[in-house]
């Protein structure tokens, strides 16, 4: 059994005695004793097997030894096991209703019955809660708020909106005056495109006070747990933000612990060990030394932790970027020297995905104009909707060719400083036909196909709709290839490794749509497009000005694929992608 399963089952066993009222104390002993078995580097089944003395370990104590024993010879704990027979599971949910403490929860579970979040709500809206003792209208009121920031606390939060509030957090946090050093880690800092909760690191001068600070944050509505150097909050929104106190010596260590992913970390961990050293959230030390035994970066054999990279120096290794870390390619590519320089939001030239006023945009193509000239890009392709998409306005030919029309005027202009691409995303029919003929399609300097329409469809049928369209002459790329909506809505059905076999085949190139709701492809299949050499093109598929300031979540998407400028095709010049697509390898 692994050391976080065993943190796991002991936290349990604290909410379900909390639950029942237990003694605080011996709370804080399972909790502490978690906390201590997560972040320990040795394992506590392989100690427990060895006949090991647990009690010797920092934080944890004869209790929690007792049952670590009990979990790791039996796989279980007969006492969590008696708690759940009197306790349903989703009484647990209760908890996590501000201002809702366990002894109120059993209260309501005792004498009304209620087991979850929704019975609870309909207790509180059937005003039968404020007749309990200890319980009043007002409660009733704050419980019902309470429920509504419960029962989103499970949702994963796109990037955007983590993005949104770690910019809120971080400018709030800087007014106090204790603040040395502040990080975000966690899935944040991996550029995840979701993210479950926030994981804050922070250096002070004193640490209360910037835990106040925190505390006293606006839309913090529930201070979940607050100790000597964590303070775990929900917002308003239901966002949990987890903040620990690290000190100067073990600030680059704990970063690259609470930064992950986890698998990461334990090959981390391995190779330290076969260097006879141990890193942990403290520091990186030598194996038996004092600094080692007691975790405490100021005493004998304590190697690094400063900074981050220290860390993965002292185990002979280049510092690896965040994104990076999810134990892919990137301990084979540090072992080779070969750590790739990552795609920068710098490098990209062109827009080639975007909506106007024609189709589902709000802006004109004369303001799209001005706004990427605004953030530096040297070309854009205005893609409106094809005639199918009629609820977006979608184009007639006739009204394309008008629109193109309108572009060589413009073009004329613009004197050749900026170049505006006659273009169109052309939905891929649910009869595998493009939906403009093919003569128009020919005049186009640039052509997205999309599926919109028939994602109900089979495996088979969709992606032979999809390898229709890349064997189309004037189709030069896919648009966001899996139809995915973040949270909203799955992938529809599609080969997408027979998508990609099939662009190489025929020249073509697949989207990365960096829209926060799609990220689509994923990181996952832009490596895979990667390694079959396909590039990317990294596009807003804005349908405002503002939709550019996206294009920063599409390259860090494409940064977890472990893409650089040369697998991205609008880091080059429209030349130089018209030479691409002609299959002229001269132009850059
Ligand atoms: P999330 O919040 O679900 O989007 O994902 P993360 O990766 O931010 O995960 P989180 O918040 O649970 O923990 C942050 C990092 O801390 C995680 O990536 C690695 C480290 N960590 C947390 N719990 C454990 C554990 O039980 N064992 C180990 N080895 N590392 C852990
Ligand atoms: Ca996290
Ligand atoms: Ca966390
Ligand atoms: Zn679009």
Known sequence: MENGKIADRLEHLAALLEFQGANPFRLRAYRQGAEAIRASATAVAAAVESGEDLTAWAGIGDSVAEKCRELVQTGQLQQIQELEQQIPPTVLDLLRVPNLGPKKAAVLFRDLGIENLDQLREACQAQKVRGLKGFGAKTEALLLAGIEIAAQANLRWRINDADQMVHALREHLSACSALQRLEFAGSFRRGKETVGDLDLLVLATDGAAVMDQLAGFAPVAQVIARGGTKLSVRLDNGFQVDLRLVGPKSFGAALQYFTGSQQHNVELRHRAKQRDLKINEWGVFRLGSP?????????????????????????????????????????????????????????????????????????TILEMVAAARERGLDYIAITDHSQRVSVAAGLTPERLLRQWEEIDRLNATLGGEFRILKSIECDILEDGRMDLPDDVLARADWVMASVHFGIKQSREQITARILGAIEHPSVSAISHPTGRLINRRPAYEVDIPAVIEHAAKHRKI??????????????????????????????TDSHAVGGFDNLRFGVQQAQRGGLSREHVINTRSWPGIQAWLRGDASQD
């Open 291 to 363: 600094a080692e035994l007691a975790n405490d970066p100021d005493l004998d054999g304590w190697v690094a932790g400063r900074e981050e990279a220290d860390v993965y120096a002292a185990v002979g290794l280049p510092w690896i970027d965040p994104r990076l870390r999810e134990l892919r390619d990137e301990y084979a590519w540090a072992d080779r020297d070969a750590l790739p320089r990552l795609i920068q939001v710098s490098d990209i030239r062109g827009d080639l995905h975007m909506h106007t006023v024609a189709s589902d945009g709000e802006n």
């Open 510 to 539: 697949l989207e990365l749509n960096a829209s926060p709701k799609r990220l689509d492809l994923d990181d996952l299949h832009v490596r895979m497009a990667r390694l079959a050499g396909v590039p990317i093109v990294i596009s």
